[in-house]
């Protein structure tokens, strides 16, 4: 396959990153804004993730710190609720869903500050996580601070690079 030509797949997959940012922005002060793009992310429409973890590593802190989670099986949960039309409503169910809380309970010491690897502590993660066959990215976000997305995809026709691009755009969303 030549991989100058964008797949279906990969392209349906751009169609809906390239709504993103607008949707960031409309919702700019809404408190749980990153659990939204998470699951939007790592949906059916978009990566196709059956787990996620969003973690923020802080090397001025020291801290590596869970920020969001996501599991297809939660779907049900949510299934009912659109996130772009009842963002509040759709935010307090993805809080409360038990393994959104265990992703967001993981703190670790920093990533990039200490000597311990990456892809270790990836799997480290993803073993506690209960991710068969992990993968992981990590980029740079604001501050100094990286961020790193452990994922066990439901399928693999994407690039890495498509998921790394995408993934960055959760560094438009406040923390809390």
């Known amino acids: 396959m030549n991989r100058n030509i964008m797949s279906q797949r990969e392209h349906a997959i751009v169609c809906n990153l390239r709504k993103l940012p607008q949707r960031i922005l ?9 659990d939204l793009v998470l699951h939007n992310l790592c949906g059916q429409e ?23 989670g996501f599991w297809q099986r939660d779907g ?9 039309e009842s ?13 959104n809380t265990q992703v967001r309970e993981i703190e670790r010491c920093s990533l990039k500050k200490g000597m311990q690897a ?16 992990p993968q992981f990215c990590v980029w740079s976000l604001k501050y100094g601070n ?10 693999d026709e994407y690039s890495q690079e498509i998921v790394t691009d995408g993934c960055s755009l959760l560094g438009f969303c406040p923390i809390f």
């Open 26 to 34: 409309s919702l700019h002060d809404h408190d749980h804004i990153t």
């Open 46 to 68: 978009c990566f196709n993730f059956n787990k996620a973890a969003y973690l923020v590593d802080n090397p001025d802190f020291n801290c590596l710190k869970g920020v969001s």
């Open 76 to 84: 049900a949960s949510i299934q009912t609720c659109n996130l772009w």
């Open 87 to 99: 963002p509040d409503e759709c935010a307090e169910r993805i809080r409360s869903l038990p393994f």
């Open 118 to 133: 990456e892809l270790a502590l990836a799997r480290e993660i993803a073993k506690e996580l209960e991710m068969s066959e």
């Open 146 to 155: 990286h961020g790193v997305l452990i994922f066990e995809p439901c399928e």
